[in-house]
């Protein structure tokens, strides 16, 4: 069996730890051009008719009751509620529109609600929402089918999971970021433990099949112990999957950040102690490192995968289906459709004026060329799997791996020499202590980074 262990080795952590792309999509959206419109767009989903891959279906709802002061999602704060009323109406318009362009055969294998809070919708609309979309698209109605929802449990209740559960959806990520009433309140995020396991119990209790729940390291009074205490509560009821996210302050492009401030919050060697911490017990309690900020049960279907060597990862996280053509529906949300990003319009107004001249959305984009599809391919499996096999790329893209990326593999040897990866004649693999800093070795075949271009704001690997 595959191993999927991880070493903490704070010594190529501090030499390893730069800003980089964190690769949902590649290339990343600072390529993305308005050069791409609709047209674009229209021709892609011709194209992948063609192939006939299964869709996953993203939808995304902005809304948001408070305002979390670290967000940085692209959401709209507001307590009326009525004003979902004109953003589902342009919503279910995108939906005929997007409809009208993709044989009905083919299968939705993956379908998504993100925001903002998807929860924010009343009842009422969830139901409608679901009934749009399954008139315009070929949903699963066997439980088969891939169908999660992020979930923030101060707007859920009981009820309101077993509806989801009746509409077809069988995964959930709960947000949680920290149980401290101390952290809570320094990052307007005042969420009860009561509130949390509420819908934690609905959902097992209505057979979710998985349930993810979101922690955040870095926020304002967080220590390694009180952040471990979190930890240990959640561990009690053994969630499938923990997402653990290393918290960025970039308050000039997220200006709540500037709410919270910056000496109450753990300096970064405190923020490696919680991680460190973090990664010990995960691993104590039986979950393996997925890649990224992501752990799993060795039997969740995402663990399932990497050992099989067919993960994959987009725009959602990390995906076992990474055949399918991704329709994004919403304001600001990407599409990708055979070879091409396709991103809407991010301001309502925008979006609204657009869907009601009866056009699609997308305002920017990127069609990839023959190298972005390889050095996708490259990257997504490092990503996602942390192996590369030479001659299955060498067969499956007509090339000689060693010579095509020759200045690559000699960038690697560094890399190698610190024991974050094996290279060999035949392939790479990236060992334990390499898998923590898995984007710095993907940054190596990102053709853009050679590329000067205007300066691009990453979050640190680590």
């Not at 939808?59 to 670290?70: A, G």
């Not at 342009?90 to 993956?110: H, P, T």
């Not at 005042?190 to 993810?212: C, P, W, Y």
């Not at 060498?394 to 560094?414: C, N, S, V």
């Amino acid at each position: 069996m595959k191993t999927q262990s991880i070493e903490f080795d704070p010594a190529l952590i501090e030499k390893y730890n730069t800003a980089g792309p964190r690769y949902t999509s590649y290339p990343t959206a600072v390529q993305f051009t308005e050069e791409f419109g609709p047209a674009d767009y229209r021709a892609a989903a011709e194209r992948s008719n063609a192939d006939g891959r299964d869709l996953s279906l993203y939808f995304h709802i902005p809304f948001c009751d408070t305002v979390c002061f670290y967000c940085a999602c692209n959401k709209v704060w507001t307590r009326e509620r009525s004003k979902t009323t004109p953003y589902m109406q342009r919503l279910f318009r995108e939906i005929e529109l997007q409809g009208e362009l993709f044989d009905r055969e083919r299968v939705v294998a993956q379908l998504h609600w993100g925001g903002g809070t998807p929860t924010f919708i009343s009842h009422d609309e969830m139901r409608a929402l679901m009934d749009k979309t399954r008139q315009h698209f070929n949903l699963l109605e066997d439980d088969s089918g891939e169908y999660s929802i992020e979930i923030d449990p101060r707007e859920a209740t009981a009820e309101t999971v077993a509806l989801l559960r009746q509409l077809g959806f069988n995964r959930m990520s709960l947000g949680v970021q920290d149980f401290n009433p101390q952290v809570q309140k320094a990052v307007n995020r005042i969420q009860s433990e009561e509130e949390t396991f509420t819908v934690l119990h609905a959902a097992r209790d209505n057979g979710f099949k998985s349930i993810n729940v979101d922690l955040i390291y870095g926020l304002p009074y967080q220590t390694r112990d009180s952040f471990m205490e979190t930890l240990e509560k959640l561990l009690d009821v053994a969630p499938e999957r923990f997402s653990v996210f290393n918290y960025a302050h970039l308050p000039e492009l997220f200006p709540t950040q500037k709410r919270m401030d910056p000496a109450t919050m753990p300096t970064p060697q405190q923020k490696l102690d919680i991680l460190a911490a973090t990664i010990e017990r995960l691993t104590q309690a039986g979950y393996v490192y997925i890649g990224m900020d992501h752990f799993a049960k060795p039997d969740d279907e995402l663990a399932v995968a990497q050992r099989a060597g067919t993960l994959y990862r987009n725009f959602q996280g990390y995906s076992t289906h990474a055949e399918c053509d991704l329709v994004a529906m919403g304001a600001t949300s990407i599409s990708l459709i055979d070879n091409t990003y396709a991103q809407n319009l991010k301001a309502l107004p925008d979006y609204y004026a657009r869907i009601d001249a009866h056009e699609l959305a997308i305002f920017r984009g990127v069609m990839l060329t023959e190298d972005d599809e390889l050095r996708r391919d490259v990257i997504m499996k490092l990503m996602s799997n942390f192996v590369l096999d030479f001659p299955a790329l060498q067969a499956q893209w007509g090339i000689d791996f060693h010579e095509y990326f020759a200045d690559e593999l000699t960038r690697l040897q560094d890399m190698a020499a610190d024991g974050l990866l094996t290279l060999h004649e035949q392939g790479l693999e990236v060992l334990p202590r390499g898998r923590l800093l898995i984007r710095n070795i993907a940054m190596v075949f990102d053709a853009y980074l050679k590329q000067p271009r205007k300066p691009a704001r990453y979050s640190r690997v680590i």
